[in-house]
């Protein structure tokens, strides 16, 4: 390839972040998926566990792996929802708000960084073009006319 494609700066840049966040996960024992389930559940309300899959963009068999580990850990507890009994309400544990709040340190820190090195009017960009692509893919704007590749005899 001579260009570089938008998806791939795109896949290339995540698998990057993925990549630096896993390493400081690990240090304690821990995944991104984790740290970002974490920053996902409301620290005093708790969270509905249907509510989670759609806020982090995590298919529900990935979700409920993660919550299983988590339960197991000891970082959050499930309780019954209230006001529908057939819910189920994600809390944190005291441990739970603990590596909440380190996962969060390491977020804020990555955004600082980032901001110190990049003009705000760059990111202000940056935001409108990602904003832009989730909304033509949401919208059905990227394959309008499926293209029909017929078979050469």
Do not use: C
Request: aromatic share 10%; no cysteine; glycine share 6%.
């Amino acid at each position: 390839m001579k260009e570089i494609t938008i998806d791939y700066a795109l896949r290339t840049t995540w698998q990057a972040v993925t990549r630096m966040y896993n390493e400081q996960a690990a240090k304690f024992e821990s995944t991104m998926a984790t740290g970002f389930a974490l920053l996902s559940i409301d620290p005093e309300e708790g969270t509905p566990s249907t509510a989670l899959g759609p806020r982090m963009g995590m298919e529900a068999t990935s979700l409920s792996r993660t919550l299983k580990s988590m339960e197991e850990r000891g970082l959050i507890i499930r309780k019954p929802n209230p006001e529908d009994g057939r819910g189920v309400l994600i809390y944190l544990t005291d441990f739970g708000k603990e590596k909440r709040a380190y996962s969060k340190d390491r977020v804020l820190q990555f955004n600082e960084a980032i901001k110190n090195n990049i003009s705000e009017e760059k990111l202000k960009h940056f935001f409108e073009v990602t904003e832009t692509i989730n909304e033509m893919i949401s919208n059905k704007k990227i394959y309008t006319n499926d293209l029909v590749f017929k078979k050469y005899e």
